[in-house]
């Protein structure tokens, strides 16, 4: 897709302190928010040039190749800046149909409802079978 080495796109963003940016994944065809993560320049740069998503993780301090243990890769259809140049959204076909770790196809699938937050969503997948 895209020349990693090719820095001039990724010079664009505004990093935070960090490095990092954060990415909204979006479903390519329904338009539905599946998750935010983060990325760092090395992750965008993966995600450009090997047309899957990969995050950074900040709890482990490593990459993270959306998929790796649980099979549902994040297949990349578009990658978009927005104006601010300030986040990145991810458009992507959800292999698998789930993006969530609780087993659900977003991780917003809690809505609040008379001042409390409900689950709206079913879970797809039982986490353990997902992550053994």
């Known amino acids: 897709m895209t020349d990693p080495q090719a820095s001039d796109w990724l010079d664009e963003i505004k990093w935070d ?16 928010i599946l998750m935010m993560a983060w990325m760092n320049r090395e992750a ?9 998503a990969i995050y950074w993780s900040r ?8 998929g ?17 140049a300030d986040v990145i959204l991810l458009k992507v076909e959800q292999l698998g149909g ?3 770790h609780t087993g659900r196809e977003s991780c917003f699938y809690r809505s609040l409802d008379d001042s409390q937050w409900r689950a709206v969503d079913k879970v797809l997948k039982d986490p353990n079978e997902i992550y053994q």
């Open 98 to 100: 789930i993006a969530c």
């Open 44 to 52: 965008l740069a993966l995600t450009a040039s090997e047309g899957r």
């Open 59 to 66: 709890s482990r301090g490593q990459l993270w190749r959306k």
């Open 68 to 84: 790796e243990t649980s099979g549902h890769v994040q297949k990349l259809h578009d990658l978009r800046l927005d104006c601010d």
């Open 17 to 32: 302190d960090q490095g990092l940016v954060p990415a909204i994944a979006q479903d390519y065809q329904s338009g539905r």
